[in-house]
């Protein structure tokens, strides 16, 4: 049955959780895209009977303002309307592949753009660098579209001076307590230079500290 597989892309993408993503379907997605050319090959010949059809019918039509006798008359009758039953079989089955070219399309945008929101929302969350789980996640060409959008996002905070992706909710305290999750290393942190070795539990600024949490390499501890 036509759009069956881009079916299969939306809901899948419509039975995630909220934000959270999927990986990229490539196998469906390409099963899609082979249905869309086979509709556009269906579509072409189909166009093209129509047109030399009407054509047919238009010569005839011609020949019938010219003159004719009656048996003549007769057997143009008989292949005009030949002709225009055949035009109307045309017609359906350009409609029928025309229709599910459309509803894969729009299916395949859906799914596109969906995810493209998720991905352009993780550039609030994780500044320029996907964890691991969730690039692994990503097709080639949404990997290329985070990059960018994280690189203009970070371009304009510089401008403005601004760090727009650190405390969209006003901190009570500038500073946090922390537990390293990773063996980070030594790094020059905004008012230190700190070791970040596994399993230590620190106070840092909370702008020092926002990078590593969502990267899943410290978390807060709030008690």
């Given at each position: 049955m036509y759009g069956r597989k881009a079916t299969e892309l939306v809901k899948e993408f419509a039975s995630s959780e909220p934000g959270q993503l999927s990986t990229f379907n490539n196998d469906v997605f390409a099963q899609v895209?082979?249905?869309?050319?086979?509709?556009?090959?269906?579509?072409?010949?189909?166009?093209?009977?129509?047109?030399?059809?009407e054509n047919k019918l238009r010569d005839k039509r011609s020949e019938e303002e010219m003159g004719m006798s009656e048996d003549e008359r007769g057997n143009s009758e008989a292949?005009?309307?030949?002709?225009?039953?055949?035009i109307k079989s045309d017609q359906f089955g350009a409609l029928i592949h025309h229709l599910s070219l459309l509803r894969n399309k729009r299916c395949l945008m859906a799914y596109v753009y969906n995810r493209?929101?998720?991905?352009?929302?993780?550039?609030w969350m994780v500044d320029?660098?996907?964890?691991?789980?969730?690039?692994?996640k990503l097709s080639g060409?949404?990997?290329?579209?985070?990059?960018?959008?994280?690189?203009?996002?970070?371009?304009?905070m510089a401008e403005v001076d601004l760090h727009l992706t650190v405390d969209m909710v006003p901190p009570k305290d500038p500073?946090?307590?922390v537990r390293v999750l990773d063996d980070i290393g030594e790094v020059v942190l905004s008012?230190?230079?700190?070791?970040?070795?596994?399993?230590?539990?620190?106070?840092?600024?909370?702008t020092d500290a926002e990078q590593y949490i969502t990267q899943g390499q410290m978390e807060e501890l709030t008690s």
């Open positions: 895209l082979e249905e869309c050319n086979g509709h556009l090959l269906h579509l072409e010949p189909l166009m093209m009977n129509i047109q030399e059809n292949e005009k309307m030949l002709i225009q039953s055949a493209a929101e998720v991905i352009r929302n993780l550039g320029s660098v996907l964890p691991e789980e969730i690039e692994e060409t949404e990997k290329e579209y985070f990059k960018k959008h994280a690189n203009t996002l970070q371009s304009y500073y946090i307590k008012d230190q230079v700190a070791n970040l070795a596994r399993h230590a539990i620190m106070f840092l600024r909370r």
